[in-house]
């Protein structure tokens, strides 16, 4: 079955700083991969996501990801913070047994300081 | 027009009481899912429903019964309730294999059972 690891619960940066979230994945077969940002009192809003094809993949709010199949990895990052952006973030994975179910990981939550 | 609704988004209630959460998507999707997230933010599948036609039921106490009148409805009936059962309870929707395409979701029904 395939599983999310997300690592660091809390991800602290500062305005206009790297933001890099860790996510790595566990799947016998090529998976579909995904990002969703979850705001407070928020349902969750998909970021970005990788099917096929390119493997750098840009989302919404100045996000990109970038599969890498060598570090079974889709680690989330954008380059500058903006406080709007602290919220809960989770990486998600298809369960190609059953095509329509993802795993979610734990979640990150990014914390934006002034 | 919001695309995913659930009602209600508040939902305090006894334990012993039953009590039924609505959802309805306006995206002409034809997959409908039931999600739990626990007080840790941990996201767990329950149902999924492909028009009206059962197609996921995680392991999930059968005091739980999704009913899917239509493919753009999909309510979740609690019965007997428990503490255990305080959780946020989300409603999602994709087309076609969700797990390729991505899930959109509504914004969460906050369950508290006292």
């Known amino acids: 079955a395939q599983s999310v690891t997300q690592l660091g619960s809390h991800v602290s940066v500062s305005e206009g700083a790297l933001v890099l979230l860790r996510c790595n994945y566990s799947s016998s077969v090529p998976p579909y991969l995904f990002w969703y940002v979850q705001y407070p009192n928020q349902g969750l809003q998909l970021l970005l996501k990788?099917?096929?094809?390119?493997?750098l993949v840009k989302g919404i709010n100045g996000f990109e990801a970038e599969f890498k199949k060598s570090e079974t990895s889709f680690h989330l990052t954008k380059p500058s913070a903006h406080m709007s952006d602290a919220a809960e973030y989770f990486c998600a994975v298809s369960d190609r047994v059953s095509f329509q179910k993802l795993v979610f990981g734990t979640g990150t939550r990014l914390l934006v300081s002034p | 027009d919001t695309a995913v609704s659930q009602t209600p988004k508040y939902l305090v209630t006894q334990m012993g009481n039953d009590k039924s959460i609505k959802c309805e998507q306006n995206l002409g999707h034809d997959t409908m899912y039931w999600y739990k997230q626990d007080s840790k933010k941990f996201l767990k599948i329950m149902f999924s429903?492909?028009?009206?036609?059962?197609?996921i039921n995680e392991t999930v106490p059968n005091r739980f019964s999704p009913k899917s009148p239509d493919k753009a409805h999909l309510n979740l009936h609690i019965n007997s309730l428990e503490l255990g059962d305080s959780a946020v309870y989300f409603c999602?929707?994709?087309?076609?294999?969700?797990?390729?395409?991505?899930?959109?979701f509504g914004s969460g029904t906050r369950l508290t059972v006292v």
């Open positions: 990788y099917t096929t094809g390119a493997t």
């Open positions: 999602a929707s994709s087309q076609g294999e969700g797990s390729r395409y991505g899930y959109t």
């Open positions: 429903y492909n028009n009206k036609e059962l197609i």
